[in-house]
């Protein structure tokens, strides 16, 4: 990052388009530095009446399913038809390895390659909060660059496809075709989050298991829906190693859109994201602000010792800490 950063810059160079400013602006809103905080905010300010054209869409699926290999064949796909793909990433579990496994290039040969797309790996700082907000403000400066497919990728275990859901405008569940312990193998919770979903590999002796694969998924599917859902989240089948099935998968996500539009429900789902964003982001900073703090730090340890031996009850200890929360930060 340079060492003096010139917004109007910045601004001009990701409205233009330019990968080499695109790449700072989002190395500025992943940036956790206090005086970068601002500077990035500024710099959103300034794209924000260039986005909201794009379509977002939310990709998961457990390790394993063919994430990378579905998103290089659906991008390149999408970028030979016209459309300019951005690919953003959403896992926190990189922070433990200290580097990120989602959105390697590596992973998309062929995107990474792809003058029409641009793929980020997910950011590594952090906790899932922190994660989440830099990849939603990634989107702003993809959206504002002119990618109008935004594809953001999130592991298929964890809260992250909660937090990934929570930025999108359609979710895309990927999933294999184990028939009978299938559903065992997807979360419920994960599954109430797809609008469309696909069975990945039907080719060579999958094709038919993938085949029945859904159709029991699609049962099970239907089970989860309100009788008067506007939206039926349909169970398809793919091979991304083959290019097959993916236009129609492509063609579902564009209904939900679609009907997302014609309901009005896609401007209220993004207004809502908004809020839900912003009170996000105050419980974060608020629990980031009570575990710094200098007292809560200094009984919290001994706290903790006298709820592990009962001789404090949890809620005695949690009056304390928030009382200790109250004292003015600075001692004085
Ligand atoms: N037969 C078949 N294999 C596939 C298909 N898609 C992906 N694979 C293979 O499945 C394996 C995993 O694919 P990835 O794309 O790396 O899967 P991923 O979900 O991104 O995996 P993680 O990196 O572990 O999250 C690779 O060996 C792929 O070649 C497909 O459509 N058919």
Redo the contacts with the bound molecule.
């Keep these: 990052m340079p060492r003096t950063i010139d917004i109007e810059e910045y601004a001009k160079g990701v409205l233009d388009g330019k990968r080499a400013y695109i790449a700072r602006a989002i190395t500025l809103v992943e940036s956790t530095r206090p005086d970068h905080h601002d500077l990035a905010q500024r710099l959103l300010v300034e794209l924000l009446p260039h986005t909201g054209g794009a379509r977002r869409i939310g990709i998961s699926?457990?390790?394993?399913?063919?994430?990378?290999?579905?998103i290089d064949a659906l991008g390149t796909m999408l970028t030979g038809v016209g459309h300019k793909v951005a690919v953003l990433a959403v896992d926190p579990s990189s922070t433990r390895t200290g580097g990120s496994?989602?959105g390697d290039k590596t992973?998309m040969e062929r995107l990474a390659v792809d003058p029409d797309a641009f793929v980020r790996p997910s950011p590594s700082a952090g906790t899932l909060g922190g994660v989440a907000r830099a990849t939603r403000e990634s989107m702003v400066v993809m959206e504002a660059a002119g990618y109008d497919v935004v594809l953001v990728e999130t592991?298929g275990v964890g809260q992250s496809e909660t937090a990934v859901a929570n930025m999108v405008d359609s979710f895309l569940l990927?999933s294999l075709a184990r028939t009978g312990d299938q559903l065992q193998g997807i979360k419920k919770g994960v599954l109430e989050l797809a609008d469309v979903v696909t069975i990945?590999?039907?080719?060579?002796p999958?094709a038919r298991d993938a085949k029945s694969a859904a159709r029991e998924l699609a049962g099970a599917l239907r089970l989860l829906q309100p009788p008067d859902a506007p939206w039926n989240p349909p169970v398809l089948t793919?091979?991304?190693?083959?290019y097959t099935g993916l236009d129609v998968v492509w063609e579902r996500l564009e209904q939900h859109r679609r009907v997302l539009e014609a309901t009005g429900a896609l401007h209220a789902k993004r207004r809502d994201q908004q809020v839900d964003w912003t009170w996000s982001m105050v419980r974060d900073q608020l629990l980031a602000r009570l575990h710094a703090h200098p007292e809560v730090r200094r009984l919290g340890p001994e706290l903790e010792q006298r709820v592990r031996e009962g001789t404090l009850t949890a809620t005695l200890a949690a009056d304390q800490l928030l009382e200790a929360f109250r004292a003015p930060a600075d001692g004085g």
Excluded: Y
């Design positions: 699926g457990v390790p394993g399913v063919g994430k990378s290999t579905f496994i989602l992973r592991v990927l990945n590999k039907a080719d060579g999958h793919c091979s991304a190693r083959e």
